[in-house]
């Protein structure tokens, strides 16, 4: 498989925009999900433990993700202008730590899935409220 021309050597800020391009795309296809399940079904207690249970994950991957990314991208280059091998070395670091410290809090946050559900969603109660921990958890996974 051939890779394209673009994505093999590009500037910051040409893959800057390719990632803002692609962070567009994906933020059409949410909205498209919310649609979908805004009209297959509706606004039930089940719809809305769902939700609750998808901001959860997404809400720490969302903090995880932007902070590495704003953090990795100047030290790599740093790092690349000295050598190859120096860029390659601090990037398997960083994703040690990054995917260590992510796998502790995706295990925290399995385990204390009912505190974070009642923070989100306070007036969850009885099989909704159980629903969305139960949620939260596999979509953690």
Do not use: N, Y
């Given at each position: 498989m051939k890779i394209p021309a673009f994505l093999k050597k590009q500037t910051i800020t040409q893959a800057a925009l390719i990632i803002a391009v692609i962070s567009f795309i994906s933020k059409f296809f949410g909205f498209f999900r919310e649609v979908l399940v805004a009209k297959y079904f509706g606004a039930t207690?089940?719809?809305?433990?769902?939700?609750?249970a998808l901001i959860i994950p997404s809400m720490i991957l969302g903090l995880f993700s932007s902070g590495f990314n704003t953090l990795i991208i100047p030290f790599y280059l740093e790092k690349k202008a000295q050598s190859m091998e120096a860029a390659r070395r601090f990037v398997n670091s960083a994703f040690t730590v990054w995917g260590t410290l992510f796998l502790i809090l995706s295990i925290l946050i399995f385990i204390f899935a009912p505190s974070f559900v009642r923070v989100i969603a306070y007036g969850f109660k009885g099989e909704t409220f159980h629903l969305a921990v139960t949620l939260t958890r596999y979509l953690l996974i």
């Open positions: 207690g089940q719809t809305d433990a769902f939700l609750v």
